[in-house]
């Protein structure tokens, strides 16, 4: 079982948020009442708000995943790497978080808990600086996770400090934060009349970089298949022939079925026995990408440590999947085969008919006696 609790996780993501909209609303305080000028204030109100994401990031990332924002639930909830039974819940503390951090920076600075804001927010320009800033913070987290996990809480400081000034809305690419901000009549809020428009925008950012950088983080099917089934290929004295390659495991039915029916097809295929020589994690992510699976659709449950190290828990992160499935190969559910075709988890075996250039391979049977193939060449549904 994970060992951060659900009850944990949802205080993580509360406390994370309070910390940030305390950041953000107070420093804009702090450096109102310091400096009159406009530039210094902005100035005054970003690199702390930078500052304290790197922090809470780091901390918190571990316990939750450090989500802080609705609209990054909502792209893990789209990726699949959380499910809606805990992502709604997110969602919720992180509103909670936000009003909380708020009231605390209100009190902090002898404020009233409790503003409207009359700062307006609003027009065409506004609302797609907001998707942009969002769109752009969800790719910076997307390929954080793609390339380099540890370095996620930098790139997110780093970039929402940059977007701070290069949007025309000063980059809140949060809904949770903007429903907070509502509720402060200083530097930093924006009336509740414009709060609609800016969380519609901010989730609209989230679904596009989803789609978008789901696609440019990946290579696409045909010729990737091949590379990362064979990074470093021999000449082909047969130009033209196609190439197959197949992780198999031998003691599984379905994958010893799968090599058979390649076999019985007229190809012979690279055979790789992953659980003696398993694929790097370069290979495992690249894999992942062509068949346009996450991590958590590829694990095996039946028969693997699955429910021992807790990996029902939907909170983990894919990098955190992509660990236990390089730390224990076993996890990595097959076979996978990969052709000039594409490439797939051929589950059921007969899935890979749709990967051979010579499909109709005769009658075929399968181990547990299950007909495939009849003598007549028609394949049984």
């Known amino acids: 079982m994970s060992e951060w609790s659900v009850s944990r996780r949802l205080a993580a993501e509360a406390f994370g948020t309070a910390m940030l909209v305390a950041a953000v609303i107070g420093s804009g305080i702090m450096a109102e009442r310091l400096t009159?000028?406009?530039?210094?204030?902005?100035?005054?109100n970003t690199i702390p708000t930078g500052a304290i994401l790197v922090c809470l990031i780091t901390v918190l990332g571990p316990i939750s995943g450090a989500h802080f924002n609705p609209a990054v639930t909502l792209a893990f909830w789209m990726r699949r790497s959380i499910g809606l039974s805990l992502a709604a819940p997110y969602v919720a503390a992180q509103i909670a978080g936000g009003?909380?951090?708020?009231?605390?920076?209100?009190?902090?600075f002898d404020l009233p808990p409790l503003q409207a804001s009359l700062t307006a927010r609003t027009g065409a320009g506004q609302w797609w600086a907001e998707i942009v800033a969002t769109f752009g913070l969800v790719g910076m987290i997307l390929g954080g996770v793609r390339f380099n996990a540890p370095a996620i809480p930098w790139l997110v400081g780093l970039y929402?400090?940059?977007?701070?000034?290069?949007?025309?809305?000063?980059?809140?690419?949060?809904p949770a934060v903007a429903i907070a901000r509502a509720f402060t009549d200083t530097f930093s809020g924006?009336?509740?009349?414009?709060?609609?428009?800016?969380v519609v925008a901010e989730l609209v950012g989230a679904m596009l970089a989803v789609w978008f950088f789901g696609w440019l983080l990946y290579p696409t099917p045909a010729r990737s298949a091949r590379r990362c089934a064979n990074p470093d290929p021999e000449p082909n004295e047969h130009e033209g022939r196609m190439t197959i390659t197949i992780f198999h495991n031998p003691a599984c039915g379905t994958s010893r079925n799968t090599l058979a029916m390649i076999r019985q097809s007229g190809?012979?295929?690279?055979v790789i026995e992953y659980l003696k020589t398993s694929p790097n994690r370069e290979r495992l992510v690249e894999l992942l990408g062509v068949m346009g699976m996450t991590p958590r659709d590829l694990l095996r449950k039946k028969g693997?440590?699955?429910?021992?190290?807790?990996?029902?828990?939907p909170s983990l992160s894919d990098a955190q999947l992509i660990e236990a499935m390089l730390a224990h190969p076993i996890l990595i559910n097959?076979?996978?085969?990969?052709?000039?075709?594409?490439?797939?988890?051929?589950?059921?075996?007969?899935?890979?008919?749709?990967?051979?250039?010579?499909?109709?391979?005769?009658p075929f049977t399968k181990d547990d006696g299950e007909v495939v193939i009849d003598a007549e060449g028609r394949r049984v549904v």
């Open 99 to 108: 009003l909380i951090g708020m009231i605390a920076a209100h009190l902090m």
């Open 190 to 198: 924006i009336q509740p009349l414009d709060v609609p428009g800016f």
């Open 160 to 174: 929402i400090t940059a977007a701070y000034w290069f949007t025309a809305s000063t980059s809140f690419a949060n």
């Open 267 to 270: 190809e012979t295929p690279e």
């Open 36 to 44: 009159g000028d406009g530039a210094l204030t902005l100035l005054g």
């Open 334 to 362: 097959r076979p996978i085969v990969a052709s000039d075709k594409g490439t797939k988890l051929c589950r059921p075996s007969e899935t890979v008919l749709d990967l051979l250039p010579h499909p109709d391979i005769g």
């Open 304 to 313: 693997t440590p699955y429910a021992e190290l807790g990996l029902y828990d």
